[in-house]
Nanobody
Framework: VQLQESGPGLVKPSETLSLTCTVSGVSIMNVNYGWSWIRQSPGKGLEWVGVWAYDGTVHYNPSLKSRTTISTDASRNQFSLRLTSVTPDDAAVYYC??????????WGQGTLVVVSP
């Protein structure tokens, strides 16, 4: 199983951050797993952003919910993150990960997002 994040590394304040996670080795439609986005800002711990759960429901961090959308593209075996109205507080390394009903057992390598004019 492999996960790979992709997307712009630089986003301007107030714009929308869009990232994609391409999954190989397992179908994202497998009902045994959910697919999560997690981020880590400089000097801070890991922050859960949201998850596309095994049952097709989507759950978001309440602090980000109003700005976040997670979607899937089964034909490409990808899931995506959109975060609107970004601020410098959204600068972080963004990870995608497989949620195995408990631990995150597979992670992408992470992609750095900088928020700057």
């Amino acid at each position: 199983v492999q996960l790979q994040e992709s997307g712009p590394g630089l986003v301007k304040p107030s714009e929308t951050l869009s990232l994609t996670c391409t999954v190989s080795g397992v179908s994202i439609m497998n009902v045994n797993y959910g697919w999560s986005w997690i981020r880590q800002s400089p000097g801070k711990g890991l922050e859960w952003v949201g998850v596309w759960a095994y049952d097709g429901t989507v759950h978001y961090n309440p602090s980000l919910k109003s700005r976040t959308t997670i979607s899937t593209d089964a034909s490409r075996n990808q899931f995506s993150l959109r975060l609107t109205s970004v601020t410098p507080d959204d600068a972080a390394v963004y990870y995608c990960a497989r949620d195995a009903a408990g631990p995150y057992d597979y992670w992408g390598q992470g992609t750095l997002v900088v928020v700057s004019p």
